[in-house]
Protein backbone atom coordinates (compact mmCIF):
# COMPACT_ATOMS: atom_id res chain seq x y z
CA UNK A 1 0.00 0.00 0.00
CA UNK A 2 1.47 3.54 -0.99
CA UNK A 3 2.08 6.51 1.48
CA UNK A 4 -1.39 8.06 -0.12
CA UNK A 5 -3.38 5.30 -0.05
CA UNK A 6 -2.80 5.15 3.92
CA UNK A 7 -3.10 8.73 4.76
CA UNK A 8 -6.36 8.67 2.77
CA UNK A 9 -7.49 5.21 4.78
CA UNK A 10 -6.67 7.16 8.14
CA UNK A 11 -8.53 10.17 6.86
CA UNK A 12 -11.03 8.10 6.00
CA UNK A 13 -11.42 6.06 9.46
CA UNK A 14 -11.15 9.59 11.59
CA UNK A 15 -14.36 10.32 9.47
CA UNK A 16 -16.19 7.84 10.00
CA UNK A 17 -15.37 7.60 14.09
CA UNK A 18 -16.97 11.33 13.60
CA UNK A 19 -19.93 10.39 12.04
CA UNK A 20 -20.75 6.61 13.72
CA UNK A 21 -21.77 8.12 17.09
CA UNK A 22 -23.98 10.88 15.87
CA UNK A 23 -25.58 8.29 12.93
CA UNK A 24 -26.68 5.85 15.94
CA UNK A 25 -27.76 8.72 18.09
CA UNK A 26 -30.11 9.58 15.11
CA UNK A 27 -31.23 6.23 14.71
CA UNK A 28 -32.14 5.70 18.82
CA UNK A 29 -34.02 9.19 18.31
CA UNK A 30 -36.38 7.99 15.53
CA UNK A 31 -37.06 5.08 17.15
CA UNK A 32 -37.63 6.11 20.19
CA UNK A 33 -39.85 8.63 18.75
CA UNK A 34 -42.01 6.16 16.65
CA UNK A 35 -42.06 3.33 18.84
CA UNK A 36 -43.26 5.89 22.08
CA UNK A 37 -45.68 7.35 19.25
CA UNK A 38 -47.10 3.81 18.61
CA UNK A 39 -47.40 2.65 22.48
CA UNK A 40 -49.49 6.45 22.90
CA UNK A 41 -52.01 5.92 19.90
CA UNK A 42 -52.82 2.50 21.79
CA UNK A 43 -53.36 4.74 24.70
CA UNK A 44 -55.12 7.04 22.88
CA UNK A 45 -57.17 4.05 21.19
CA UNK A 46 -57.65 2.89 24.82
CA UNK A 47 -59.04 6.52 25.87
CA UNK A 48 -61.06 6.57 23.37
CA UNK A 49 -62.86 3.33 23.51
CA UNK A 50 -63.21 3.52 27.41
CA UNK A 51 -65.13 7.17 26.47
CA UNK A 52 -67.59 5.78 24.22
CA UNK A 53 -68.93 3.70 27.27
CA UNK A 54 -69.95 6.99 28.50
CA UNK A 55 -67.40 7.34 31.49
CA UNK A 56 -66.47 10.75 31.97
CA UNK A 57 -62.86 12.30 30.68
CA UNK A 58 -61.15 12.19 33.96
CA UNK A 59 -61.66 9.02 35.05
CA UNK A 60 -61.62 7.75 31.47
CA UNK A 61 -57.87 9.35 31.75
CA UNK A 62 -57.19 7.00 35.30
CA UNK A 63 -58.66 4.11 33.41
CA UNK A 64 -56.10 4.25 30.82
CA UNK A 65 -53.13 4.43 32.51
CA UNK A 66 -54.22 1.80 34.92
CA UNK A 67 -54.84 -0.86 31.48
CA UNK A 68 -51.69 0.41 29.92
CA UNK A 69 -49.56 -0.43 33.10
CA UNK A 70 -51.52 -3.90 33.03
CA UNK A 71 -50.36 -4.20 29.77
CA UNK A 72 -46.72 -3.16 29.98
CA UNK A 73 -46.51 -5.25 33.46
CA UNK A 74 -48.13 -8.39 31.12
CA UNK A 75 -45.41 -8.16 28.37
CA UNK A 76 -42.87 -8.08 30.69
CA UNK A 77 -43.87 -10.92 32.23
CA UNK A 78 -43.90 -12.82 28.44
CA UNK A 79 -40.35 -11.25 28.02
CA UNK A 80 -41.99 -9.37 24.97
CA UNK A 81 -41.29 -5.84 26.84
CA UNK A 82 -37.75 -6.23 27.17
CA UNK A 83 -36.97 -6.93 23.89
CA UNK A 84 -38.98 -3.39 22.55
CA UNK A 85 -37.13 -1.70 25.45
CA UNK A 86 -33.70 -2.95 24.06
CA UNK A 87 -34.67 -1.61 20.51
CA UNK A 88 -36.49 1.28 21.22
CA UNK A 89 -34.60 2.69 24.20
CA UNK A 90 -36.61 5.98 25.66
CA UNK A 91 -39.84 4.86 22.87
CA UNK A 92 -40.14 2.51 25.45
CA UNK A 93 -39.20 3.66 29.13
CA UNK A 94 -40.88 6.86 28.74
CA UNK A 95 -44.90 5.74 28.48
CA UNK A 96 -46.24 4.05 32.14
CA UNK A 97 -45.76 0.95 30.20
CA UNK A 98 -41.87 1.24 30.95
CA UNK A 99 -43.01 2.48 34.27
CA UNK A 100 -44.50 -1.00 34.67
CA UNK A 101 -42.00 -2.85 33.35
CA UNK A 102 -39.47 -1.16 35.54
CA UNK A 103 -41.50 -2.68 38.35
CA UNK A 104 -42.08 -6.07 37.15
CA UNK A 105 -38.30 -7.17 35.81
CA UNK A 106 -36.59 -6.69 39.18
CA UNK A 107 -39.35 -7.94 40.81
CA UNK A 108 -39.20 -10.83 39.03
CA UNK A 109 -35.40 -11.22 38.60
CA UNK A 110 -35.16 -11.01 42.54
CA UNK A 111 -37.92 -13.69 43.16
CA UNK A 112 -35.58 -16.24 44.02
CA UNK A 113 -34.35 -13.72 47.14
CA UNK A 114 -37.92 -14.39 48.51
CA UNK A 115 -41.22 -12.86 48.39
CA UNK A 116 -40.84 -9.90 50.48
CA UNK A 117 -36.62 -9.35 50.46
CA UNK A 118 -36.49 -10.18 46.80
CA UNK A 119 -39.95 -9.28 45.22
CA UNK A 120 -41.23 -6.75 47.65
CA UNK A 121 -37.70 -4.43 48.22
CA UNK A 122 -36.77 -4.59 44.63
CA UNK A 123 -39.55 -4.18 42.81
CA UNK A 124 -39.13 0.17 43.07
CA UNK A 125 -35.87 0.11 42.50
CA UNK A 126 -36.45 1.81 39.36
CA UNK A 127 -39.73 2.81 40.07
CA UNK A 128 -39.17 3.83 43.55
CA UNK A 129 -36.98 7.26 42.58
CA UNK A 130 -39.17 8.42 39.84
CA UNK A 131 -41.95 8.52 42.76
CA UNK A 132 -39.72 9.98 45.27
CA UNK A 133 -38.11 13.22 42.85
CA UNK A 134 -42.04 13.41 41.61
CA UNK A 135 -43.73 14.09 44.81
CA UNK A 136 -41.02 16.37 45.42
CA UNK A 137 -40.82 18.28 42.81
CA UNK A 138 -44.58 18.63 42.42
CA UNK A 139 -44.82 19.59 46.01
CA UNK A 140 -42.32 22.14 45.40
CA UNK A 141 -44.18 23.51 42.12
CA UNK A 142 -47.43 23.28 44.05
CA UNK A 143 -46.52 25.58 47.04
CA UNK A 144 -44.65 28.01 44.91
CA UNK A 145 -47.92 28.38 42.58
CA UNK A 146 -50.28 28.77 45.91
CA UNK A 147 -47.85 31.28 47.91
CA UNK A 148 -45.35 32.72 45.38
CA UNK A 149 -47.18 33.05 41.95
CA UNK B 1 -56.97 13.41 14.22
CA UNK B 2 -56.75 12.66 17.96
CA UNK B 3 -54.70 9.57 16.91
CA UNK B 4 -52.30 11.68 14.98
CA UNK B 5 -51.91 14.15 17.84
CA UNK B 6 -51.17 11.17 20.23
CA UNK B 7 -48.68 10.04 18.07
CA UNK B 8 -46.84 12.83 17.27
CA UNK B 9 -46.47 14.25 20.74
CA UNK B 10 -46.28 11.67 22.31
CA UNK B 11 -43.63 10.17 20.22
CA UNK B 12 -41.77 13.64 20.45
CA UNK B 13 -41.17 13.29 24.40
CA UNK B 14 -40.03 9.71 23.83
CA UNK B 15 -37.39 11.44 21.35
CA UNK B 16 -36.34 13.89 23.36
CA UNK B 17 -36.17 11.55 26.09
CA UNK B 18 -34.03 9.28 23.87
CA UNK B 19 -31.70 12.52 23.10
CA UNK B 20 -31.32 14.01 26.06
CA UNK B 21 -29.93 10.08 27.20
CA UNK B 22 -27.59 9.64 24.21
CA UNK B 23 -25.83 12.90 24.62
CA UNK B 24 -25.33 13.34 28.47
CA UNK B 25 -24.87 9.63 28.14
CA UNK B 26 -26.81 9.32 31.32
CA UNK B 27 -28.56 6.11 33.29
CA UNK B 28 -32.21 6.09 32.21
CA UNK B 29 -33.12 6.02 35.61
CA UNK B 30 -31.88 9.33 35.71
CA UNK B 31 -33.36 10.35 32.77
CA UNK B 32 -36.84 9.17 33.79
CA UNK B 33 -36.52 11.29 37.05
CA UNK B 34 -35.81 14.40 34.83
CA UNK B 35 -38.62 13.49 32.92
CA UNK B 36 -41.38 13.29 35.48
CA UNK B 37 -39.97 16.44 37.24
CA UNK B 38 -39.69 17.92 33.64
CA UNK B 39 -43.39 17.28 33.86
CA UNK B 40 -43.86 18.73 37.31
CA UNK B 41 -42.31 21.78 36.30
CA UNK B 42 -43.77 22.21 32.86
CA UNK B 43 -47.19 21.70 35.09
CA UNK B 44 -46.93 24.70 37.22
CA UNK B 45 -45.66 26.61 34.47
CA UNK B 46 -49.46 25.97 32.74
CA UNK B 47 -48.04 24.07 29.92
CA UNK B 48 -48.38 20.75 30.29
CA UNK B 49 -52.37 20.93 30.53
CA UNK B 50 -52.74 22.70 27.55
CA UNK B 51 -50.66 20.00 25.63
CA UNK B 52 -52.90 17.26 27.41
CA UNK B 53 -55.69 19.25 25.97
CA UNK B 54 -53.80 18.95 22.43
CA UNK B 55 -52.47 15.20 22.83
CA UNK B 56 -54.73 13.40 25.18
CA UNK B 57 -52.63 10.17 26.19
CA UNK B 58 -50.07 11.24 23.69
CA UNK B 59 -49.14 13.55 26.93
CA UNK B 60 -50.88 11.48 29.91
CA UNK B 61 -49.14 8.19 29.03
CA UNK B 62 -45.01 9.56 28.84
CA UNK B 63 -44.00 10.03 32.33
CA UNK B 64 -43.98 13.87 32.21
CA UNK B 65 -47.43 13.52 32.50
CA UNK B 66 -47.38 11.44 35.65
CA UNK B 67 -45.41 14.77 37.32
CA UNK B 68 -48.06 17.14 35.64
CA UNK B 69 -50.95 14.85 37.37
CA UNK B 70 -49.40 14.91 40.78
CA UNK B 71 -49.33 18.79 40.47
CA UNK B 72 -53.20 19.02 38.95
CA UNK B 73 -54.11 16.56 41.94
CA UNK B 74 -52.41 18.94 44.68
CA UNK B 75 -53.71 22.47 43.26
CA UNK B 76 -57.09 20.66 43.24
CA UNK B 77 -56.90 19.71 46.68
CA UNK B 78 -55.16 22.95 47.74
CA UNK B 79 -57.90 25.53 46.53
CA UNK B 80 -60.30 23.61 48.91
CA UNK B 81 -58.15 23.39 51.99
CA UNK B 82 -55.00 25.52 51.36
CA UNK B 83 -51.37 23.71 52.47
CA UNK B 84 -52.97 20.29 53.69
CA UNK B 85 -54.21 20.24 50.41
CA UNK B 86 -51.09 19.54 48.89
CA UNK B 87 -50.57 16.34 50.95
CA UNK B 88 -53.77 14.84 50.32
CA UNK B 89 -54.39 15.56 46.75
CA UNK B 90 -51.00 14.41 44.99
CA UNK B 91 -51.33 10.33 45.69
CA UNK B 92 -55.29 10.83 45.51
CA UNK B 93 -54.54 11.67 41.75
CA UNK B 94 -51.55 9.37 41.04
CA UNK B 95 -53.73 6.49 43.01
CA UNK B 96 -54.82 4.17 40.32
CA UNK B 97 -51.20 4.52 38.10
CA UNK B 98 -49.66 3.54 41.36
CA UNK B 99 -51.50 0.80 42.85
CA UNK B 100 -51.84 -0.99 39.46
CA UNK B 101 -48.21 -1.24 39.36
CA UNK B 102 -48.00 -2.55 42.59
CA UNK B 103 -50.83 -5.03 42.19
CA UNK B 104 -50.35 -6.37 38.71
CA UNK B 105 -45.90 -5.71 39.15
CA UNK B 106 -46.59 -8.23 41.34
CA UNK B 107 -48.92 -10.30 39.84
CA UNK B 108 -46.85 -10.85 36.88
CA UNK B 109 -43.78 -11.01 38.88
CA UNK B 110 -45.48 -14.34 40.84
CA UNK B 111 -46.48 -15.73 37.75
CA UNK B 112 -44.06 -15.19 35.21
CA UNK B 113 -40.19 -15.79 35.35
CA UNK B 114 -37.05 -13.94 33.61
CA UNK B 115 -36.51 -15.42 29.93
CA UNK B 116 -32.75 -15.34 29.22
Keep these: MTKANIREQEAYSAFLEDFRPKRATLRNIVVAFFVGG ?41 GVYDKIGSFAGMGAALPITGFANSVVSPAMEFKREGFVLGVGAKMFQVAGPVIVYASLSATVVSILKLYVF | ?58 ATIPLPGFGHTLVTGMLEDAAQWGLFGILTGGFKAVSAGLLSAVLFGYLMAVLFNPKG
Excluded: H, W
Design chain 2, 1 to 58: MAYVKAFVVGGLLCAIAQAAMDLTKANPAIIMVSAVSAGAILSGLGLYAPLVEFAGAG
Design chain 1, 38 to 78: LICTVGQGVLTYIMTRGIPLKQAYVLTSSIMVFAGAFLTGL
